[in-house]
């Protein structure tokens, strides 16, 4: 099955930056088929103590379109290595409403345009855990 495996969280005062990976590895016998990670958006998400999960950023299958949601637009940059299978998420200015749980995820769909909605996305890694001191 589907692996993402997040990694670069840690505990950064305000204003600082911090860059997380998400590495994606195996297959399904459905949609994840070998080679599948180029073919799909890539998401990533949060969940703050308390809160519901939400929409961070997303970056498509070639890395030509991004899409963020307002609070962090500015600060922090999705991009993608296709020949690595990994998905980074570059944060700076970081503040302490950024403090949450950072998943990265796949969308059910290849070459879809998914942003927003967790339930699009069809798997998750365990999250990272990014706090932000003030």
């Known amino acids: 099955q589907v692996q993402l495996v997040e990694s670069g969280g840690g505990l950064v005062q305000a204003g600082g930056s911090l860059r997380l990976s998400c590495v994606a590895s195996?297959?399904?016998?459905?949609?994840?088929?070998m080679g599948w990670f180029r073919q799909y958006t890539m998401g990533w998400f949060r969940q703050a103590p308390g809160a519901e999960r939400e929409f961070v950023a997303a970056i498509t299958w070639g890395g030509g379109t991004t899409y963020y949601t307002d609070s962090v637009k500015g600060r922090f940059s999705i991009s993608r290595d296709n020949a690595k299978n990994t998905v980074y998420l570059q944060m700076n200015t970081l503040k302490p409403e950024d403090t949450a749980v950072y998943y990265c995820?796949?969308?059910?769909?290849?070459?879809?345009?998914?942003?927003?909605?967790?339930?699009?996305?069809?798997?998750w890694g365990q999250g990272t855990q990014v706090t932000v001191s003030s």
């Open positions: 195996g297959r399904t016998s459905g949609n994840y088929t």
């Open positions: 995820a796949v969308p059910h769909a290849a070459y879809s345009v998914t942003k927003g909605k967790p339930d699009e996305y069809g798997h």
